[in-house]
């Protein structure tokens, strides 16, 4: 876009920054600070004209106070300054903001790179007052928060998305929040018409309704579990109108657009986009996370835009892999765990070397910038997910242990797994055709049933026998006696045993 910069609105874009993650880890409690004051930096380099956070810029709702000054000393750093803002905000701002104010219209501040955020599931705002951490820094006039959405009505409730207005020059911007709502309710509230009432900008002399650049901002699961699944909510739900959304939550960075999925009554030449920013820091051992790690520079000039990807260099390294022991040349013995260890330090070995050679020369530069005392590559993160089907496992924090210094995370390296048991129709066939075959023969379990009742009809009968004073039964049926009694003795015995099945039957009875 080369164009003059009075229309041009630069924005970056970053979520799930997890500020205070790992706190109590010794290798790992500054990764979040550091991706953080890169994002910071970035912006500041790129001279845009606000930063836009998609939620969870806390690990936590009631984060600790090392967190908290941690991250008001780099807002304070990187934020306030005389360096003038050169857009401003249209809308009511009593409605938009919970301080009821932009802070860089306080005059008691002075604010340089604004920051505009929502909330996300881990600082979401809780108890009777219904405050976060998030809430704490925008008292403080560091952060624009937006989006915090009450609901109202009975039942599944009502929202109201109102946005906030934005112009520079000629350009204007419709910007729309939505702090994360717990998704099963969020999923109805949008599948039910009416519960979600969209507030558009009104037409005027100035501007069209047409003329503003729509963008939504969340945080809630976008995870597909299929066309009725009440855990996500569904991209087909959403407003045509919109032009670009702003996904939060999901911790993979995709670093390209994709086309959002919109309802069969819209316009497919006028479906909006989608971008995924992911987290910023690795939160969980997960193949997703292992993703590069990505921030968005937004580009708007009137109604066009572009987005540029720029990748994060602070970002502790993470490798993911899969090995199979049973594939593994030469074979295993299964029961050698001697073998199945060096097979296996072999493989995390390459993968640490892989590691320390993906790292970029940016990041090296940096790291001598720092000195010698921090002048070793950070230490990578792990994670091998291991097939041991037909085979062993081996203890895996003993195996950590040869990694210390090495690795992050030397006691998580590991993730067991065995391979799904598949059967191909012949064979799926070929059992249902032995299980009608077989329909007569009992089950092991229907025949331990059987084998209970027996056992408890003889017992019934025996009691029976010595209810009645029929003690020389007992003699004559456990062969203690002659044959003298026989004919008395079994009329006696056959009385006992059909009191006794009748008994089993109404004990089986009620049992059922």
């Given at each position: 876009?080369?164009?003059?910069d ?21 290798i790992r409690?500054d ?11 970035i912006?500041?380099?790129q001279n ?15 984060p600790s106070?090392t ?12 934020c306030l300054?005389?360096r ?12 938009n903001?919970?301080?009821g104010?932009?802070?860089f219209e ?7 790179l604004?920051?505009?955020?929502i ?12 405050l ?20 109202s009505?009975?039942?599944?409730g ?22 994360n ?94 971008i ?13 996370e ?15 835009w ?34 199945i ?26 790291q ?5 005392s ?18 062993s ?12 210094g090495?690795?992050?995370?030397p ?14 129709k012949?064979e ?7 299980e ?13 049933q ?19 004073g ?17 004919d ?5 015995v ?19």
């Amino acid at each position: 876009m080369s164009t003059p910069d009075g229309d041009l609105f630069r924005i970056l874009i970053s979520t799930d920054n997890h500020l205070g993650v790992w706190e109590k880890d010794e290798i790992r409690k500054d990764d979040s600070f550091k991706s953080f004051e890169e994002v910071l930096q970035i912006a500041v380099e790129q001279n845009v004209d606000m930063l836009l956070l998609g939620g969870d810029l806390f690990h936590d709702n009631k984060p600790s106070r090392t967190t908290v000054i941690k991250a008001v000393e780099l807002l304070n750093k990187y934020c306030l300054g005389d360096r003038p803002v050169q857009f401003q905000v249209l809308s009511d701002q009593q409605q938009n903001f919970v301080s009821g104010r932009v802070n860089f219209e306080n005059p008691n501040v002075n604010i340089g790179l604004p920051v505009f955020t929502i909330h996300g599931n881990h600082d979401d705002p809780a108890g009777q007052d219904s405050l976060s951490a998030v809430d704490l820094l925008s008292s403080c006039g560091l952060v624009n928060y937006f989006g915090k959405v009450l609901l109202s009505g009975n039942n599944i409730g009502n929202i109201t998305l109102s946005p906030v207005l934005l112009q520079k020059g000629n350009t204007k911007l419709a910007v729309y929040g939505l702090g994360n709502v717990r998704d099963e309710r969020l999923g109805r509230l949008f599948q039910t018409p009416g519960c979600v009432q969209w507030l558009r900008p009104a037409d005027s002399e100035v501007a069209s309704t047409d003329d503003w650049l729509n963008i939504f901002v969340l945080h809630q699961n976008r995870v597909q579990h299929g066309a009725t699944a009440k855990n996500c909510l569904q991209e087909r739900h959403l407003p045509p109108f919109l032009d670009l959304v702003v996904w939060g939550h999901e911790h993979e960075c995709i670093p390209d657009t994709v086309l959002l999925q919109q309802p069969d009554s819209a316009d497919e030449g006028n479906a909006a986009h989608v971008i995924q920013p992911g987290s910023s820091v690795a939160t969980a051992l997960s193949e997703g996370e292992s993703r590069r790690k990505h921030v968005f520079l937004l580009e708007i000039m009137e109604s066009q835009w572009r987005i540029v990807k720029q990748p994060l260099q602070t970002v502790r390294p993470f490798l993911w892999d899969n090995i199979s022991l049973a594939a593994a040349q030469p074979r295993i013995d299964p029961d050698d765990s001697t073998a199945i260890t060096t097979r296996l330090e072999q493989k995390v070995n390459s993968m640490i070397q892989q590691a320390l050679r993906d790292v970029s020369p940016q990041q090296q530069e940096q790291q001598r910038q720092i000195g010698s005392s921090a002048l070793a590559p950070l230490l990578p993160l792990i994670r091998l997910r291991v097939d041991y089907t037909g085979l062993s496992t081996i203890n895996s924090q003993r195996f950590g242990q040869k990694f210390v210094g090495k690795v992050a995370n030397p006691h998580d390296m590991l993730l067991w797994a065995k391979a799904a048991a598949r059967k191909n129709k012949e064979e799926k066939a070929a059992l249902a055709e032995s299980e009608a075959g077989s329909a007569s023969v009992l089950r092991p379990d229907q025949l331990d049933q059987v084998r209970g009742h027996l056992v408890l009809c003889s017992v019934v009968c025996l009691l029976l026998l010595l209810e009645h004073g029929q003690t020389e039964s007992i003699y004559f049926v456990s062969g203690e006696k002659g044959h003298q009694q026989q004919d008395y003795q079994l009329s006696q015995v056959s009385w006992a045993a059909c009191e006794a099945s009748s008994f089993v039957q109404a004990f089986a009875l009620q049992d059922k």
